[in-house]
Structures are given as C-alpha cells and as structure tokens.
C-alpha cells in the first residue's frame, strides 16, 4: 500500500506537533521513524491510523483518506505503548474482537506468540503488568497481519531477552510475509539493523529520509589533524566538527574509502549517534 504525505499539519492551540511534511512510502519495508520526544512521531502516526485529523494537508494511502474510512483502517493496526485496549477486557476477549476486525488475522501466530510470553488468557488486562499488556500489544500487532502495522513504543516493561525474542519474530514474520511496518522506538541500538529506511522527524519536520545501507556506507566520523580534515571536507555535507588539541572530528556524509586514502581515521556512525547529531542541530539537515 503506498503512502502519499502531503504538506502535512497537525496543530494543537500554539503547539505545531507537525510542520507542512511531505514525503512517500512506496513499498513495504520496515521504517524506523525516530526522534526525540515532542517531535511529532506519534501525532504522524495518529493521523495515518485515521484516529485523527490534520490541521492542514493530507495523507493519501492508495489514494484515500484513512479517516474514517473502514476498508483502509482495517489495513491498519496501531499499537502504543500503553492503553491499546479497555482494561475490563480478558485477554481472550481482545483477541477475538480483533480477529473479527482483521481480515488477515492469524490465529495461530496470537496463539504462538501467548504461549510465548505466557500471557493468560482469562486475565483481564487491567490485572496485567506493564511487560504483559505489552506483550498482548505485541501479539495483536503482528497477528493481525495488517498491510501496514505501526509499532510505537510497544515493549514499555519487556525485559531485554522478551524484546530480543519480539524482533526476531518481527522479522520472521515480515520475511515470510511483507508489509509496511512502521517502527517508532528510542532504543534505536537495539533494532537499528532491522530498519530498511530511517525517517527522522525534529519539531514537527522531516530532517531525513534515507536507505539504512546507504547511510551505514556513507555517514562516517572521520578524524585527523584540522587541516587532513577541513581538506576532505572541501565538498562534503558536515553534520558537525568538533576540535581539541590541533586535531578534528568531523562527522559527515562522504565516502568511507576516500577518507581512508586520504590516512584519515575513519568509523562508522550509528543510526542512533546519527540521529542525536541530526536533532542537535537548531536547522536540522
């Protein structure tokens, strides 16, 4: 399902939670969409589930507004991180009220993934611990098999080897299977190599939208002496420099290679230092 943002809006009284964003999602990928809190992720993410409206502009999936428009939310699972479902609920109950609502709901992969994390399923959700209601948030996310499945914060009280387990069924599930999944996380470190596009949002905009490998083989810190360095950096796009001692740092988008034949230090920047760079920066990039 392609996703058109077009000039995209969300105010609230003075408070700009989206600034006029534009951007495409063609094809079925796993996005990581990141930034820091009060960027905007999950007003965007709001307004593509159809749970609310824009201020301004639109977002087009194949061609349609999501609100208020059951074909498409049907296509589309959004899962928080917390107050996913009525607390009087029994686990049993949220699973069968969302397998009437998803027309791909796979029974098998919720009862798989239950006995996973040892879910009960005569609990009622508000007897679940915070790690618990996640791991049923989890459990919905990926059985309803949804052609576009939003994941923002899902595993708020997952230990790391419960979260560990949730990514490698994540990513089984999307190699047997494509979709648009939608990952909004600050443990970026963690899932970073699952990504297959990063979109980084700051105060309401997109500063970047790129291919993980492409950023992996081509933002790289490089280190030298200020002249080595100021010399490579003649025709590079700098994110920033930082000098001690007659020595640089700079962190920059070029060539991995190039810098090396130059007798550069040269170290790749994760996607998570990329991001806290990116977002440092008063302009963004």
Known sequence: MKIEVRNLSKKYKDNHALKNISFNLEEPKIYGLLGRNGAGKTTFMDILSGQILASDG????????PFDNQRLTESICLIKEGHNF????????VLKIYSFF??????????????????????KVKTLSKGMESALGITVGLAS????????????GLDAPSRKKFYE?????????????????????????L????????????IL???????????????????EVEAFLSDKEVIEKKQLAGMMTAYVYGNMEEAKMQGLHVEG?????????????????
Do not use: C
Not at 145 to 151: D, E, L, S, V
Not at 209 to 227: F, K, M, P
């Open 58 to 65: 639109q977002i087009l999936i194949d061609g349609e507004n």
């Open 86 to 93: 009525r607390k009087d609920l029994k686990v049993k109950n």
């Open 102 to 123: 998803y027309p791909n709901w796979d029974q098998d992969l919720a009862e798989a993934l239950i006995k996973e994390y040892n879910l009960n399923l005569n609990s």
């Open 145 to 156: 098999k949804a052609p576009i499945t939003i994941f923002d914060e899902p595993y708020i």
């Open 169 to 193: 069924i994540m990513l089984e599930e999307y190699q047997a299977e494509k979709r648009t999944i939608i990952f909004s996380t600050h443990l970026i470190d963690e899932v970073s190599l």
């Open 195 to 206: 990504f297959e596009e990063v979109l980084i949002l700051q105060e309401g905009s997109l």
């Open 209 to 227: 939208q790129e291919e993980s490998e492409i950023l992996r083989d081509n933002t790289v810190a490089v280190s030298g002496t200020i002249e």
């Open 269 to 285: 920047i994760p996607i998570q230092e990329l991001m806290i760079y990116l977002t440092e920066r008063k302009k963004g990039a």
